[in-house]
C-alpha cells in the first residue's frame, strides 16, 4: 500500500502535482498545498474567506483544481443542493457558520461555477456561472490540449 498524505482538515477532493508540491481541493473550501519532499503542509487557502460570499453563504462543494501557475489556479464548485437526506447537509452548514435546517430565512446556494483565484495575492479574479450552459456539477478540471498524465 502507498504512503498517506495527512491532510487532515476534511474531505479531499481533486488534487494535481506542480514539481514538489501537491495540489489538494477540501470541499469545504480550501486548497491545501503539500510540499511531499520535506514531508509537510506547505500552504493552506481559505477560499471562503478570499470569495466573501454574501450571508456567509457556503462556496459550492469545491472540487476540481488545475493549476495555472505557482501563483495562480482554477477551482471548480458544485451547487449544494437540499437532499432527501438533509441531515447530510448539517455539517456543511455548521461548519461554515450558515443558516441551520429548519430556520425560516430562505437560504439560496452560490451556482455551479468555475472560479480562477490568485492564491499569492489572496484575491477572486473572476468566475464564470456553468449553470447557463446547462452544467450542473463540476468533478475536475482538465486541459483537452495538455494531458495531466502522459503515458507510461
Known amino acids: 500500500m502507498g504512503k498517506r498524505i495527512p491532510v ?16 489538494f481541493t477540501v470541499v469545504t473550501g480550501d486548497i ?7 514531508g509537510q503542509v506547505h500552504a493552506r487557502v481559505n477560499l ?3 470569495t466573501n ?5 457556503p462556496l459550492g462543494w469545491c472540487r476540481g483544481i488545475k493549476i495555472l501557475s505557482d501563483d495562480r489556479v482554477l477551482i471548480g464548485f458544485t451547487r449544494v443542493r437540499e437532499t432527501k437526506t438533509r441531515e447530510k ?8 457558520g450558515c443558516l441551520p435546517l429548519g430556520n425560516s430565512k430562505p ?7 468555475v472560479a480562477c483565484f ?11 456561472d456553468l449553470e447557463p450552459f446547462g452544467l ?9 490540449e495538455e494531458p495531466d498524465a502522459l503515458p507510461a
Open 8 to 23: 487532515d482538515i476534511g474531505y479531499i477532493h481533486d488534487g494535481h502535482v506542480r514539481g514538489d508540491l501537491v495540489y
Open 32 to 38: 491545501v498545498i503539500y510540499d511531499w519532499k520535506r
Open 48 to 50: 471562503n474567506v478570499l
Open 53 to 57: 460570499t454574501p450571508d456567509g453563504r
Open 89 to 96: 447537509l448539517i455539517w456543511i452548514r455548521e461548519r461554515l
Open 107 to 113: 437560504w439560496y446556494p452560490l451556482s455551479t461555477r
Open 118 to 128: 490568485d492564491i499569492k495575492r489572496g484575491t477572486l479574479e473572476w468566475q464564470v
Open 136 to 144: 450542473n456539477a463540476v468533478f475536475s478540471i482538465h486541459n483537452s
